[in-house]
């Protein structure tokens, strides 16, 4: 059989250490703040790079941004009504839950002493991220390597 492996090797790969999941795959936290750090990335801004990961309940990404001009974006005709026949013309289904941040260096600014306060009159929860590892590796070269076998 040229080319091909025998004895149920699939993709050259038999040994049963590769059939098993991968336990050192990110959790969702890292995975969104991961994204978040990747998104600022795409910041001009010289001084500041912030990005954004918004994640539903179900933990899929609904909104990925970062600090920059909006294109062709005006707040005139954003829905601000508190109240409106259809309840897309409002400003709450466009609601945010829960705000989690990397770094609070800014904590003690009047921006930032003002936007808790409007988190905590719109009962929004807000705490830090606490990661479980200080660094994620994005290699764009591994996409060409093999998976490495472990020896038993």
Not at 130 to 150: A, G, L, M, V
């Amino acid at each position: 059989m040229s080319g091909q492996q025998s004895s149920g090797h699939v993709n050259g790969f038999g040994d049963e250490a590769s059939c098993q999941k991968r336990e050192d795959y990110l959790e969702w936290p890292e995975y969104f703040m991961a994204v978040a750090f990747l998104s600022a990335q795409r910041s001009k801004d010289p001084s500041s790079q912030v990005g954004a990961c918004i994640v539903n309940s179900e933990n899929k990404i609904v909104g990925i941004g970062y600090n920059g001009m909006p294109n062709g974006c005006s707040d005139d005709v954003l829905p601000w009504a508190r109240t409106a026949a259809h309840r897309l013309d409002t400003k709450y289904p466009y609601g945010i839950k829960e705000v989690i941040f990397m770094s609070d260096k800014y904590h003690d600014t009047t921006e930032m002493t003002a936007a808790r306060r409007m988190f905590d009159l719109a009962g929004i929860i807000y705490r830090e991220f606490k990661p479980k590892c200080n660094k994620i590796i994005i290699d764009f070269d591994s996409i060409n390597s093999r998976p490495s076998k472990k020896l038993l």
